[in-house]
Nanobody
Framework: QVQLVESGGGLVQPGGSLRLSCAAS????????IGWFRQAPGKEREFVGS????????YYGESIKGRFTVSRDNAKNTVDLQMNSLKPEDTAVYYC????????????WGQGIQVNVSS
């Protein structure tokens, strides 16, 4: 059974940091890219960043470049999203996803986790 389980969300003050983790199981990670997406209330889902499991290559959305970092832990089968210099507009539900091709064609989704940036 394919599972993507996010953890680490919560409330953080503007300017602070938060680290999300995605635990993947039930499929062969070597074939996939693991991506992070987010959706704020009233807005469309947005691509945040990704990492190709085999190559380790990363790719980021424009709105978070320089502030967020995606990394993987091969031993734990996890992909982390380190978020720094958080802004109120980063408030959203964050989703982990796995896909073979483009991030526009996701094969598996996690359930999502809430991140709130507020003072």
């Amino acid at each position: 059974q394919v599972q993507l389980v996010e953890s680490g969300g919560g409330l953080v003050q503007p300017g602070g940091s938060l680290r999300l983790s995605c635990a993947a199981s039930g499929f062969t990670l070597d074939d996939y890219t693991i991506g992070w997406f987010r959706q704020a209330p009233g807005k469309e889902r947005e691509f945040v960043g990704s990492i190709n499991w085999s190559s380790g290559n990363t790719y980021y959305g424009e709105s978070i470049k320089g502030r967020f970092t995606v990394s993987r832990d091969n031993a734990k089968n996890t992909v982390d999203l380190q978020m720094n210099s958080l802004k109120p507009e980063d408030t959203a539900v964050y989703y982990c996803a796995a896909y073979l091709g483009s991030y526009e064609d996701v094969d598996y989704w996690g359930q999502g986790i809430q991140v709130n940036v507020s003072s």
